[in-house]
């Protein structure tokens, strides 16, 4: 994945146990106004999340949790942050 020109960086580290979990992030993260791209990978545990300016982090974080997966870590823009 090619880094875009985005105002925002945010990670993720999400427990997802099979493409089901993997899925359900996804179909959060594509309907989330504000982000620009994003990728989210079963294999790393992770979710990339590149955001305009609007885009908060808190905002991304409660998405993803409200899919029922655990949150174990977040960045924004390379700072560790609470989730």
């Known amino acids: 994945m090619a880094t ?3 105002p925002h960086h ?3 580290n999400i427990t997802m146990s099979c493409s089901g979990c ?3 992030v996804d179909r959060v993260l594509k309907k989330l106004e504000g982000v620009k791209q ?3 990978s079963l294999e790393s545990q992770t979710a990339d999340v590149y955001a305009e300016e609007g885009l908060a982090y ?3 974080l409660e ?3 409200k899919t029922g997966k655990t949150v174990v870590k977040g ?3 390379g700072q560790e942050v609470p989730v």
Do not use: H, L, N
């Open 63 to 65: 998405k993803i949790k």
């Open 4 to 6: 875009p020109v985005a």
């Open 75 to 77: 960045e924004r823009d």
């Open 38 to 40: 994003y990728d989210v």
């Open 58 to 60: 808190e905002t991304v």
């Open 22 to 24: 993997s899925g359900a």
């Open 10 to 12: 945010y990670k993720f």
